[in-house]
């Protein structure tokens, strides 16, 4: 059994309950243990860095040293949380003096950031530590009538001196994990552009566009459903996917899928058990 | 002998160059034309686009000039990145072919189209006209020419990088919201406006960042990152980005933009709750009218499907949270310090 540490994105707990609910079905028959961090606080969202760089420092040494103090990696479900806590992690290592002025005020709850624990993505241990034969070796229902758009999102590629685990350009460990469950990934010249998320709220129109011309290649490329590894991105694609389409005058849709409902899908889990039905588009 | 000749050829291949042709004047629409030239190892992009231009089709336009990264004339579309033709190794980018053998070049993107592989890069130095982008001397017209400017090295090292930007626009190019709206303020402007900002001997800090809080401007970049991946520079445009951010909440507050509320109020959330209180988020960026005249009908969709956000008193505090609360206050202390040592300096 491999254990680390899960940090619970705050979407996750809010409008995106469906993907840690997934992972609980499929974990231990993938030899995975996710320990969940209920301490763990928001990692400012990619807000919090230019609102106070210090305060985002602090709040994610403190993610990352209660990983620590297990002894475990920092598993991320979040394109944006892991973007996030990693430039925090980077900012750590790199500065000794903000390092050390963090772990001061941590020594009131008991903990030290050391850097000693990696931050990564769910799509990264799936990949990379179960391994795609052995998640091909516990498929029982393969997806192999599925014609499926990996879109990556942004957080999970860039700023590559970050995140460095796929190539920016030419992503492929999400085609990987979508092969390996018997799927057929097409090729989406979208799978790492912006979905418009961090915008939503700001310039929606702008946001809408930038969704809707994702959306439009996977429905004109004929794909069964757009997956992604990021709840942000299922946020704008599948919550606003109606009003984007409905800017763009295009009348279609397409369901929205996060990796965690993929995979249990593949393991033989239903639907329902995984709740794709709480989805806007089904 | 015969191996020397191997290698010889082997450090020679025929490549085809899928160029995108267009003349408003003659075309009604674009199309492509394909070149296939014998090129060697080591050839750029452009060096290639020079010979197709001299002994295969005169026609062919494009803009290019120092021919070694530092002009910033030839930004163009190579393989799908925006990138200068100048500085793209052939060999390299026939790793990233679609088609193999079949090297894609393309115009920048979000720029109008002149001919061919040429843009007008006038809407970009409208923008940069628009948001001030220059040094308007703090020092008296009297005593230019008789005092210098001193300049620390601790401010040098804070505008160095952004200084590096040659304005090939593969940024401007590659940016997912000016692709949504053109009226955007676009990366390579606001680089330039955090260069002029950070600058002691600049004295309208204050009204360039006035026009770039206003619409379409710094709030409404959506954080893809994909000018800083794409830049030819290596500079951090994100970075810069940010650091505007942080100055207009610094000089003006939260209050006069909806990008600013968004951003504070994750700092009151986390302070709280540990968590975001995403119920509310609408409301405290854009009022209720705003909320509900938007987000009314999806709401209605999002409470059909049980996957509404939790209204503020049912969000659960991260465990810990006293403790946590504490430390972060702990730390806004710290932060006041060092802005008080800031202001004395």
Sequence with gaps: MKRYAYYMSCINESMTKELDRSIDFWQKDLGLEFVKLHEGTCCGGSNLDYVSPKHFALVNARNIALAEKMGLDLIVSCNTCLMTIRTAKKKLDETPALKKEVNDILKKEGLEYRGTSEVRHLLWVLVDDVGLDAIKAKVTVPLKNYRIAPFYGCHILRPSTVLGRDNPLAPSSLDQLIEALGGQTIPYEHKNRCCGFHTLLVAEEESLNVAAEALEEAISAKADFIVTPCPLCHTVLDGYQSKALKQAHIESSIPVFHISEMVGLALGYTAKQLGIKRHIVV | ?345
């Design chain 2, 1 to 345: 002998m015969t191996e020397t000749i191997d290698q010889h050829q082997e450090g020679k291949r025929d490549v085809t160059f899928r160029v995108f042709r267009f003349n408003p004047q003659v075309d009604s629409k674009p199309y492509f034309d394909d070149y296939t030239i014998s090129a060697e190892r080591g050839i750029t992009v452009l060096r290639s686009l020079n010979y197709i231009k001299e002994h295969v089709d005169a026609t062919l336009s494009f803009r290019a000039f120092c021919q070694a990264g530092i002009c910033g004339s030839c930004g163009m579309r190579v393989n799908g990145i925006s990138k200068l033709a100048c500085t793209s190794q052939v060999w390299e980018e026939l790793d990233k072919c679609r088609e193999p053998g079949i090297i894609k070049v393309e115009p920048l993107r979000s720029l109008p189209m002149i001919k061919d592989l040429i843009v007008d890069m006038d809407p970009l130095v409208d923008k940069m006209k628009h948001y001030s982008n220059w040094i308007d001397s703090t020092m008296p017209l009297a005593e230019m020419g008789k005092k210098e400017f001193l300049v620390s090295e601790e401010e040098f090292h804070r505008y160095d990088k952004a200084t590096d930007c040659i304005l090939c626009a593969s940024c401007v190019s590659e940016c997912s919201i000016l692709r949504a709206n053109k009226e955007y303020v676009s990366p390579a402007v606001l680089l330039k406006s955090y260069r002029m900002n950070v600058d002691s001997r600049d004295s309208i800090h204050d009204v360039r960042l006035a026009e770039l809080v206003k619409d379409h401007g710094v709030w409404d970049c959506t954080h893809c990152y994909r000018c800083q991946e794409s830049c030819v520079k290596s500079i951090p445009i994100m970075e810069a980005i940010h650091a505007i951010r942080e100055d207009a909440l610094e000089c003006r507050g939260p209050k006069d933009t909806s990008g600013a509320k968004h951003a504070e109020a994750f700092m009151e959330d986390i302070e709280k709750k540990g968590k975001l209180v995403e119920a509310t988020l609408p409301i405290r960026t854009n009022g209720m009218v705003w909320t509900l005249r938007n987000l009314l009908p999806m709401a209605v969709k999002m409470i059909v499907k049980r996957r509404t956000p939790p209204p503020p008193p049912l969000v659960k505090s991260a465990k810990g949270i006293k403790i946590f609360r504490v430390m972060f206050r702990e730390m806004t202390e710290h932060v006041k310090q060092d802005h008080q040592k800031t202001h004395k300096k």
